[in-house]
């Protein structure tokens, strides 16, 4: 079969005529013969044409399959069922469609066995050049037509199957070879969240959100700030744990990183705690709960730690976060060391986190007291782009991140009742803190500049 | 010992229901702790009180020591604490028939030499609602962000004269249960209320989390609390939350979102035009929501809730009209 292939095929390359005749007027000249003819004899020749395509149908399979491995089988066997039936221009869409899946190169020479009939000579023949040509001129002329009437012309020389199997490439490389169930499972997402059969635990935290949201916080995270993560081993496997990191940025940008960097090299998921502005800003709060987060109380905390989940707290709260930039990474106050007595009390270790690059994304240089306090805000920031620039001032600078887990600080140790001995928790939060402010001066190093 | 139960409040559906639900337990079974029932409310109920004498008495007034002498009750379940509606009563009215009733009804028990047992259906509105609360509530904690009119002063003010009578009273057994509000469509609870509306106004920006208690449950909680000595104060709600917007999806209700400005005045008006009742104190409710935690009811009370709060939603669900868009679903 192969063999008969290249006796019909010619010295050019399909559909691109055979370089001396250009596809469209060696076409104009076919198709102008095909709709002359008659009935009767077109129905022998279509039915011989479907014979030989039948025959045939292994090749422009195994070509199909040679040329994309992920197109599916019967994708390429489609042009078998189109050729029987076989009325002139009506299919030639979709089987030109079914056939874009398959490459150009395969596409191309089994077209003009199926689809153009050879009409005006009744017996069975090699498929020339010619026929080859016709078909893509067809299509063309097809294209130019419909176009014509949408009132936008497009060049005659990029047939519309070009164009119609680049997009179905595309659309089956963004997809994935198994796009129809993809498809099936998305849309019963969809239908799923629409009626409301979903589930949230008693914070409000749904896990849906945040796979939607790893998905959108992972180019930023890894193309933008070039996100580097080291010690992921230090969170354990199952249980409860506290992570402490710094806070700093303007905006907890931190927070969401952070978040983004254990789920998606441990699988778990980590759960903020906010202050309580998060929780009463609107859409915010909103937001929030369906990630995770939960108000930073004593109460929320040992609730999550008890429950075996990975909670995260910040410390240094607005404090940190709203620092100038001429302060950065010296940490501040690290609240009250209530996060300590949460740990202890539920026997979970506590992992040190160091971010580093949080604080260039938005350099604080200003700060507005008065107009924040009317608007009842912690501090209402200014930096080099934000009020100058509008919106254009919201993008963060795309400083180079580095998260550290640092090594388990273990409370399993201490009784319970440790934690209502002050002393031992100051000890045990200057501990934390101390760890996180060393190992941030030695990322600095690590890190060099900033921003290259 | 076999006890003599008075039930307040029986026009409301849910206390006739207890009141009942305990007369047919001392009628099945002499054995159950609970001899007679007499209910007493201001106004006659609707509908058939079943083995449950009725007396009319005002427990604004002193007349309620009266009923107590001789009736020689002995247990008292106070249920008489609700949220005002706008068609009942209204806001001062509400506030005179919880604080006042309660105060005169406590009185008169201080008084009475054969009340053992107070009973108290609070609410779990005791806990208000702001940005400021932890996500579940335990019975020790209180409300964060202030409790500052309303039903939920009210419910407050009713507990610390509960608390103020067993400082006075130490002899007799106190049970405070804080119950979420029940989603049933034959009670008048005002978030059965809400969820009926055919458009749901929500404020823009939040999505509280609700929890739901079942009637079963609550019936059961309330006549465990009577036959049994339980003294203490128990949170009373299904397991787990849900959301406003997954309730407002799963009925198959739109939502309207509003500014958080004015929207206490915009839900009421909604409400009127859609022909139902909105209590005065739900706008709060809608914007932070609240959820308990009842693990004291299963540890140290003994009682396991048989239903969920996506159990109570889901059979809610059933009972009222599905909305406009419960087409578009996977039912």
């Known amino acids: ?452 | 010992m076999s006890r003599t139960v008075l039930v307040t409040g029986v026009a409301r559906r849910f206390a006739s229901a207890v009141a009942r639900h305990l007369a047919d337990l001392a009628d099945a079974d002499p054995d159950s702790g609970v001899s007679r029932v007499i209910g007493v409310d201001t106004v006659v109920p609707d509908e058939d009180l079943g083995g449950v004498k009725f007396v009319r008495a005002d427990i604004r007034t002193p007349v309620v020591g009266k009923v107590i002498a001789v009736e020689d009750v002995d247990t008292v379940v106070h249920l008489d604490v609700n949220p005002g509606s706008r068609n009942r009563l209204s806001g001062s009215s509400s506030k005179e028939l919880n604080v006042i009733g309660t105060m005169q009804l406590l009185a008169a028990c201080q008084r009475s030499s054969t009340v053992t047992k107070v009973v108290l259906g609070s609410s779990t509105a005791v806990y208000g609602t702001s940005p400021r609360d932890p996500a579940m509530f335990r019975e020790s904690m209180a409300a964060r962000g202030g409790v500052r009119s309303g039903f939920p002063k009210d419910a407050v003010d009713v507990e610390s004269y509960t608390r103020g009578f067993a400082r006075r009273r130490p002899d007799v057994l106190i049970t405070i249960l804080r119950t979420a509000q029940a989603l049933d469509p034959d009670l008048e609870m005002p978030l059965s209320a809400y969820l009926r509306n055919p458009v749901l106004p929500v404020v823009a920006g939040y999505d509280p989390r609700l929890q739901f208690a079942h009637v079963e449950d609550l019936l059961a909680v309330f006549t465990e609390s009577v036959t049994h000595d339980r003294p203490g104060t128990f949170n009373v709600a299904g397991d787990g939350v849900i959301m406003l917007s997954q309730a407002a999806r799963r009925l198959g209700r739109p939502t309207l979102p509003l500014p958080a400005l004015g929207f206490a005045g915009a839900l009421n008006r909604i409400a009127h035009a859609a022909g139902s009742d909105i209590s005065p104190d739900l706008h709060r409710l809608l914007k932070y929501g609240r959820a308990v935690d009842t693990s004291a009811l299963r540890d140290i009370f003994g009682y396991e809730p048989k239903y969920t709060t996506a159990d109570v939603f889901e059979q809610f669900r059933q009972q009222v009209r599905p909305g406009i868009l419960a087409g578009i679903g996977v039912r």
């Open chain 1, 1 to 452: 079969m192969v063999d008969e292939r290249k006796q019909i095929g010619s010295g050019g390359r399909a559909g691109r005529g055979n370089r001396q005749v250009s596809p469209s007027s060696a076409a104009r000249s076919l198709a102008g013969a095909s709709a002359a003819s008659t009935p009767g004899q077109k129905k022998t020749g279509q039915k011989k044409t479907g014979q030989k395509t039948g025959q045939k149908a292994a090749t422009p399979k195994k070509a199909a399959v040679d040329a994309k491995k992920s197109a599916p089988a019967a994708k390429a066997a489609a042009p078998r069922k189109q050729a029987a039936p076989a009325p002139k221009s009506s299919t030639r869409k979709p089987a030109a469609k079914k056939a874009a899946p398959a490459q150009k190169a395969a596409a191309s020479p089994k077209q003009p066995s199926a689809e153009a009939p050879p009409s005006s000579r009744p017996h069975l023949r090699a498929v020339t050049d010619d026929d080859a040509a016709a078909a893509a001129a067809a299509a063309a002329q097809e294209a130019e037509r419909r176009t014509k009437s949408a009132g936008a012309p497009i060049p005659a020389g990029i047939p519309l199957d070009d164009i119609l199997s680049a997009l179905l490439g595309a659309f089956q490389r963004v997809m994935g070879s198994d796009w129809e169930a993809r498809l099936a499972t998305l849309l019963h997402a969809v239908r799923m969240r629409l009626s409301g059969e979903y589930e949230v635990d008693e914070f409000g935290f749904d896990p849906a959100i945040v796979e939607v949201l790893q998905n959108a916080v992972e180019p930023i995270a890894e193309k933008w700030f070039r996100l580097e993560v080291r010690g992921i081993e230090n969170i354990p496997a199952d249980g409860g744990a506290l992570l402490v990191a710094n806070h700093s940025g303007t905006v907890p940008v931190d927070g969401l990183m952070t978040g983004y960097a254990v789920h998606k090299y441990t699988g778990r998921h980590l759960r903020p705690l906010g202050a309580d502005l998060v929780f009463a800003l609107p859409f915010v709060g909103q937001i929030a709960r369906r990630m995770g987060a939960t108000l930073a109380c004593t109460e929320d905390a040992e609730r999550l730690l008890t429950g075996g989940e990975l909670a995260g707290v910040w410390p240094e709260g607005f404090k940190g976060i709203g620092k100038p930039f001429t302060e950065r990474y010296k940490l501040q106050r690290f609240g009250r060391g209530g996060f300590v007595s949460s740990a202890m009390r539920a026997q979970v270790p506590i992992v040190p986190v160091s971010i580093v690059g949080a604080e260039e994304i938005y350099p604080l240089v200003g700060n507005v007291p008065s107009l924040a306090r009317l608007l009842g805000l912690p501090y209402l920031p200014i930096t080099p782009f934000f009020p100058l620039l509008g919106p254009l001032g919201m993008i963060p600078l795309p400083s180079k991140w580095i998260i550290e887990f640092g090594e388990p600080i273990r409370t399993d140790a201490y009784e319970p009742e440790a934690a209502d001995d002050p002393m031992l928790l100051f000890n045990v939060t200057d501990q934390v803190r101390e760890t996180i402010q060393q190992t941030l001066y030695r990322l600095l190093v690590d890190r060099g500049n900033a921003f290259f």
